[in-house]
C-alpha cells in the first residue's frame, strides 16, 4: 500500500485536477469542451464523442443524496480514527448521473433522506498516523 | 427519474452456440474452513484430486486447464506441471477459476474441444484468505486497494471496503422498492439453513434464525455482519469433456446448456454504475437462458454469486425470476429454502455460509444437485444455474440432466 494511505496522492494525474481545485475550495471534474458532458471517473477522452478536450471545470456543489452508508466502525485500518462516520455518494445537479464519493458532514445518520438536496463543504482530511493532510470536498444537508 | 434503458449501461458478450456440446464429468473440493495455515497451492491440489477421484480419471486424462492468473497465487501451468508430475502438452487458459470465470470456462473449454485443442479441461480456484488476511497480507480488500481511481477517489472519503459500497447499494435498493431488512435476513437464514445441512460448509454448527439476525448490530448500515460472505480457506475444481465421452463415465453426465456473459459499461467503478441497484446479469442470462432453450420459471435449483445478501437478491431480480423491485417479496420467509417450493437458491449455503470460494462451490453445487448427490437434494431437479458475479460483470451457466 502506498504511503500516505488513506490520504489520495493529489499528483497522480488523471485525478489532479480534482485535489488541485479542492485545495483552491473548489468543486472540479473533466467536462468535455465539445459536447460538454461531465466525464466521471475522469477518461483520456469524452465518453459520449470521443474528443480529447476534456478540460476541469467548475461546479455549483449541489446535489441530491443518492445513497449513503453509516459506518460505526472502521472495516479498514487506515480509517480507525474517523469511525463512526457517514460514507456516501451524491448526484450532482449539472447531472444527476454524475455521482461523487464523499463524506456526508454536519448530521447524524437520522437527520439524512435519499435524494434530499446537500451542499459542498471543504474540509481538512487528516489521520492520525499519516503525514499531510488534504483539503477535501464534504457534503452536509442543504438548509 | 425515470430507470435508464438497460442498454443504456451495459452490454452482453456475443457468445457462439455451444448449447449441449460439454458436460462437467468430475468435480471436487478442498475443505473449507477458516484460517488453515495452507497456502491455496496445496488446497488446489486437494480439490483437484478429489475432482478425478469423482470422475474416475488419472491425471494423465487432463489435457487442458483453466485457472485466474488475475487473482493471485492461483494453482498456474507451471504449478501444476510440478505438483503432479505433469510431461504432456496441455491447453491453458487464463479465463477459468472462480467469479464470473466459473461460469464461463464451459464456454471457452467447449471451443477448444470442438477446435480439438484438448479433449479433457480441469478448472480450479482455490484461495487462502482466511490464513492471509489473519497474517494481514492480501484478501478482497487489498485487491482494491491496489486500484488508483478507488485509492484517489472513494478509500479517502472512507467508501471501502466492499461491504461499505454494497450497504450503499442495499440502501438505495431499499429506498427504490421498498425491500426491507427481514427480507435481506430471510437469504441469509436460508443460505445458513442450508450449510447446516451440509457437512463440509463453514458454518454446518451455527444455527441463524430471524430473530438472530434482526438482533445482530449493524457492519456497515443497512448490512450487518449475516449479510456478508464468510473469509475462508478453501477451493473447488471440475472437469469438462464431450458430452459423447461423458456418456462412458462413472457419473451421470451434467450437460452444459447455455452460457451468458454481461458487463457493465462503468467497469469496476460501482458508484458510477448507470443503474446503481442492479447486476450485469440482466444482460447475461437472457442469453445464457435463450442459448438453452428455456424460460426462468424452467428452472429448478439456482446457485447465485453472493458476496452479501443484497447481491442474491438483486441477480434473482436481474435474472427475471421476478421483476424488478420485487425480490425483497420473492425471497422473504424461507422461499430459498431448498424444500420450501419456492426457488431453491445457493442450497449449499453459498458464500454467506459455505465457504467464500468466489463461486466455484456453487458450479459444484449445482452438478451434485442434477446427479441427485447434494446434502440438501432438491426433488426431481433437472435444470440447474449458477450466477456469477464480479461487480462489472457477470455470468450465467445453465446444466442440465440429459434428457
Known sequence: ?143 | MGRPAAASWGFASDLDDIAGEVAIVGVGEAEHSKASGRGSHEIAVEAIEAALADAGMEIADIDGIMFSPAMGDQLDEQAFRERFGVQHELWTSHQGGGMVWAGTAPHAAARAIRSGAASTILNVFSVAWATQRSSMTGGPGQFHADEQFKANLEIPFGWFPQPVYFSTIARRHMAEYGTRPEQLGSVAISARRHANGHPGAVMRDKALSLEDYLSRPMLADPLRVEDCCLISDGGAAYIMTSTERARDLAKTPVVVSGVGEGHSGSGAYWSQQGDFTATPQVFSAPRAFAMAGIAPSDVDLLTLYDPFTIVTLMQIEDMGFCDKGEGGAFVQGGRLDFDAGGLPTNTHGGMLSHAYVLGISHVVEVVRQLRGEAANQVADAEIGVYGGYTGHMASTLVLTTES
Open chain 1, 1 to 143: 500500500m502506498r504511503a500516505g494511505f488513506p490520504l489520495p496522492d493529489v499528483n497522480w494525474e488523471p485525478t489532479r485536477g480534482f485535489w488541485q481545485a479542492a485545495q483552491r475550495r473548489e468543486l472540479q471534474m473533466p467536462r468535455c469542451e465539445r459536447c460538454g458532458l461531465i466525464n466521471w471517473y475522469p477518461p483520456p477522452r469524452c465518453r459520449a464523442c470521443e474528443c480529447e478536450s476534456l478540460g476541469w471545470s467548475s461546479l455549483s456543489g449541489r446535489a441530491t443524496l443518492f445513497s449513503w452508508s453509516h459506518v460505526s466502525r472502521a472495516l479498514f485500518d487506515g480509517y480507525a480514527s474517523k469511525a463512526p462516520y457517514i460514507t456516501g455518494l451524491v448526484a450532482l445537479e449539472e447531472d444527476p448521473r454524475v455521482r461523487l464519493v464523499t463524506l456526508l458532514v454536519d448530521c447524524l445518520p437520522e437527520d439524512l433522506t435519499i435524494d434530499m438536496p446537500v451542499e459542498v463543504v471543504f474540509r481538512v482530511l487528516e489521520f492520525p498516523d499519516v503525514e499531510g493532510s488534504v483539503i477535501a470536498p464534504m457534503f452536509r444537508p442543504h438548509s
